[in-house]
């Protein structure tokens, strides 16, 4: 079956410290995204991309960067962590013929110290 | 901009009680989709429904059902006769289709407990 899975499920790091949070799916879907959820706000887009080596910015980019260089992949880099991006983060995935039905990976629970 | 706002943050109800979360939004576009989804204890968020603003029709699923209202900008979902299993947050959101197709906007999410 296909899936989106997202890697590592939880992680803790030090602030000033780089993490990269994998994403990866099988639905051959163009549209990917990373959302993080924090209490109170619900989730909030962070970066999107609707195809290779599209990258876009969402409500909430600063301090994180994505690439993509192929269909299934959407890594997130925190350049530099810092406190405010304890969170948990979700990749998201969707077909570009269809509009809004997401499916979602199993979220990452980051801790910055 | 875009808005979407649950005010309820948590409902907690005995089990077969129902249960109506509200979600109001703010959008400029006379066209753009609503949506929910359910997050389990699990974590994996799950669609729910799809509804674009031409559609004021009401729509039952089993024991889920919506009302979506153009002229209060509200789109509220029931479940009747809750079971534990219910017990999950629940988040609105809303996508303006043609300025951006699939970026979804999302409320801040109610949580429900239903208790046995």
């Known amino acids: 079956d296909a899936e989106i899975t997202q890697s590592p499920r939880h992680k803790i790091t030090e602030t000033g410290r780089q993490v990269t949070l994998a994403c990866h799916q099988t639905?051959?879907?163009?549209?990917m995204f990373w959302y993080r959820q924090d209490l109170g706000h619900g989730l909030r887009l962070i970066h999107y991309?609707?195809?290779?080596?599209?990258?876009n910015k969402g409500e909430v980019s600063d301090g994180y960067s994505v690439s993509r260089s192929n269909t299934e992949d959407l890594p997130l880099t925190l350049e530099s962590a810092a406190s405010s991006q304890t969170s948990v983060y979700f990749c998201?995935?969707?077909?570009?013929?269809?509009?809004?039905?997401?499916?979602f990976g199993e979220g990452s629970r980051l801790t910055v110290l | 901009a875009q808005k979407v706002t649950q005010a309820q943050t948590e409902i907690s109800v005995v089990e077969k009680e129902d249960v109506t979360l509200d979600c109001v939004y703010e959008?400029?576009?006379?066209?753009?989709?609503l949506f929910w989804y359910k997050q389990p204890p699990s974590g994996e968020l799950v669609f729910l429904i799809r509804?674009?603003?031409?559609?004021?029709q009401n729509e039952i699923s089993g024991r889920y059902s919506w009302n979506f209202q153009k002229s209060t900008s509200s789109f509220n979902f029931t479940i009747t006769a809750s079971q534990v299993v219910d017990s999950a947050v629940y988040f609105c959101?809303?996508?303006?289709?043609?300025?951006?197709?699939?970026?979804?906007?999302f409320g801040g999410g109610t949580r429900v407990l239903v208790k046995p």
């Open positions: 639905w051959n879907h163009n549209n």
């Open positions: 959008t400029r576009d006379t066209t753009y989709y």
């Open positions: 509804r674009n603003s031409f559609d004021e």
């Open positions: 959101a809303l996508s303006e289709a043609w300025a951006a197709v699939n970026k979804l906007t």
């Open positions: 991309s609707y195809g290779v080596h599209d990258t």
């Open positions: 998201a995935s969707s077909a570009s013929w269809d509009t809004g039905e997401l499916f």
